[in-house]
């Protein structure tokens, strides 16, 4: 398979890799796409939980059998719209459809508005998601790579970053938090205490589980779960896109790891940026 070449698309007002996306597929998602009534989607920052939803979802429309997780890949189960292979993977894709995505609210399907689907978005405390992406820039070939985690921040905090920044993304995507298709998960919630979260989802769709049903969706969709099923783990894409000697897509799946990786002084920059940009916004995150 052919390397994704680190060149970007400059889509809007947003950069996004190349190589897995293009003009064509952003195009389709944003503008082509229809939804339908009984579509879910797991939206995301990168780095937030998208794979982890990925499974949970999968999980509960199985009514917690495992069979679908370890027999058809994660991008299989819940592909990306964007992604170039996003039309092929949805147009005939019988409902209920289960679809990710990275794209901020303003580039999200148009058609989306006029339809009764559901939109589970997942906020992740943005020093974690900034470690994370950090070490996945170093896996992922088609990602920019810094090798200092200082100059990683900066990009981190630019205009420049994947997807848009942080900050405007749950900004754009909290805009729709008075409606009753938006479900706002906290992956920090979600590790302290991810039955009442499951339980949560299952609710928020309509989807009636028992307590033995949840328990299996909670066990399987759990890091080691998930890190060891092949499915899941990316541990099937070759080396030339996600390459594995440098590094693990299940890396630690934890909150507050920031605090390993952030001086105090990077720390008081990144806090008075995050009280500049989201003063409005009243989040706050857990750390285990
Ligand atoms: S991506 O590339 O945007 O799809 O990445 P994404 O899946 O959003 O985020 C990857 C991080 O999520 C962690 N992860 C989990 N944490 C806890 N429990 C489960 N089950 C789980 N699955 C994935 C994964 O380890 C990455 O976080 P870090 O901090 O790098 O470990």
């Known amino acids: ?36 009534d009984d579509d879910v989607f797991n939206v ?12 949970i979802l999968s999980l509960i429309y ?20 964007e992604q170039h292979s996003g039309r092929q993977h949805l147009e005939n894709k019988p409902s209920p459809r289960l679809i990710t995505t990275h ?39 088609f990602m920019e790579y810094r090798d200092d985690f200082q100059d990683f921040v900066s990009l981190f905090l630019s205009k420049d970053i994947i997807f848009g920044r942080w900050f405007e993304h749950v900004k754009g995507w909290l805009t729709l938090k008075d409606s009753p298709n938006l479900l706002i998960l906290s992956y920090e919630d979600m590790i302290k205490d991810l039955k009442s979260n499951v339980t949560k989802i299952c609710k928020f769709l309509g989807k009636e589980l028992d307590d ?17 099923n092949p499915m899941s783990n990316y541990s099937a894409v ?44 009243n989040l706050s995150f857990t750390e285990n």
């Open 238 to 281: 070759p080396n030339e896109i996600f390459n594995k000697d440098h590094g693990n897509f299940y890396r630690k799946g934890i909150a507050g790891d920031h605090k390993n990786h952030f001086t105090p002084a990077q720390e008081e920059e990144f806090e008075r940026i995050y009280k500049e940009c989201m003063k409005d916004i």
């Open 44 to 55: 995301t920052y990168p780095k937030s939980g998208t794979t982890w939803l990925q499974e």
């Open 103 to 141: 794209l901020p609210f303003h580039l999200f399907p148009q058609s989306f508005s006029k339809t009764k689907a559901k939109v589970i978005y997942t906020i992740r405390n943005p020093k974690d998601v900034c470690v994370s992406l950090y070490y996945f820039s170093k896996i992922a070939q």
């Open 212 to 228: 033995a049903a949840i328990n299996s969706v909670v066990e399987h969709s759990s890091f080691q779960a998930m890190k060891s």
């Open 1 to 36: 398979m052919m390397a994704f070449p680190r060149q970007y698309i400059q889509y809007e007002d947003i950069r996004i890799p190349g190589g897995v996306h293009t003009v064509e597929s952003l195009n389709y998602a944003s503008k082509e796409f229809e939804t339908r």
């Open 62 to 81: 199985s009514n917690g059998d495992p069979t679908p997780v370890k027999a058809t890949y994660s991008w299989d189960r819940v592909p990306w719209i």
